[in-house]
Nanobody
């Protein structure tokens, strides 16, 4: 059973920063999997934010490029999303995923419960 657990969300003022973490378990060859972060605001579709291949290639959607940075630690089977200069429109529940733009599956079939990010003054 694959489990994904997101953490690190919270309330932050516009222009602030947060670091989200994802811990994965049940993946036998984690380094072979793409990793990605998605977000979903109330009433909206879940959308891709960032992705990273097993080799470290990065992808970002245009509206977070230059503000967000994805990373991964294959030994610890974790992924991190560093978010800087946050904007109110970044408010959403953020999810990690084992698929993404560098995977055959985009997204992959497993989701965690997500972590809430709220950007508000």
């Amino acid at each position: 059973q694959v489990h994904l657990v997101e953490s690190g969300g919270g309330l932050v003022q516009p222009g602030g920063s947060l670091t989200l973490s994802c811990a994965a378990s049940g993946i036998m060859r984690f380094s072979h999997n793409g990793m990605a972060w998605y977000r979903q605001a109330p009433g909206k579709r879940r959308e891709l934010v960032a992705g990273m291949s097993g080799a470290g290639n990065e992808y970002y959607v245009d509206y977070v490029k230059g503000r967000f940075t994805i990373s991964r630690d294959n030994a610890k089977k974790t992924s991190t999303l560093q978010m800087n200069n946050l904007k109110p429109e970044d408010t959403a529940v953020y999810f990690c995923n084992t698929g993404g733009p560098f995977s055959r599956l985009a997204p992959g079939p497993y989701w965690g419960q997500g972590t809430q990010v709220t950007v508000s003054s």
